[in-house]
């Protein structure tokens, strides 16, 4: 199963990551965000529909997306958008749009504050 991980990490933790896959080290997918805050606000609820309904479901042009989803095009479009900027969707030659996964895993961690 082709799987992506989305989740936060720091930038040393993604260097980490850069420098194990470049010794042949096998690290998966990865899209990672700095904060959950950031995470958050931009896989926002609407975005988690689309890609629910792009997750292994290949190249797809924005209208499908929108079909499948039930919302508006230019709607759709505001927030495919958003996804292609951050990485998140990729966009073919063809212009379709593709999320290339199987299955998404969510991961990160809320610490308590220091006092």
């Given at each position: 199963?082709?799987?992506?991980?989305?989740?936060?990490d720091?930038?040393?933790?993604?260097?980490a990551?850069?420098?194990a896959?470049?010794?042949?080290?096998?690290?998966?997918?990865?899209?990672?965000f700095?904060?959950?805050?950031?995470?958050?606000?931009?896989?926002?609820?609407?975005?988690?529909?689309?890609?629910?309904?792009?997750?292994?479901?290949?190249?797809?042009?924005?209208?499908?997306?929108?079909?499948?989803?039930g919302?508006d095009?230019?709607?759709?479009?505001?927030?495919?958008?958003?996804?292609?900027?951050v990485?998140?969707?990729?966009?073919?030659?063809?212009?379709?749009?593709?999320?290339?996964?199987?299955?998404?895993?969510?991961?990160?961690t809320?610490q308590?504050?220091?006092?």
């Amino acid at each position: 199963m082709n799987t992506v991980t989305l989740g936060v990490d720091t930038e040393d933790a993604v260097s980490a990551r850069f420098v194990a896959a470049m010794k042949g080290e096998p690290q998966g997918a990865f899209i990672t965000f700095a904060t959950p805050e950031l995470l958050l606000q931009t896989l926002t609820q609407m975005r988690w529909e689309i890609l629910k309904k792009m997750t292994g479901a290949g190249r797809l042009s924005l209208r499908e997306v929108a079909r499948r989803v039930g919302r508006d095009v230019r709607r759709v479009s505001d927030d495919v958008h958003a996804l292609l900027d951050v990485g998140v969707l990729e966009r073919c030659d063809d212009g379709s749009i593709e999320f290339p996964y199987d299955a998404v895993h969510v991961d990160f961690t809320f610490q308590a504050e220091a006092a």
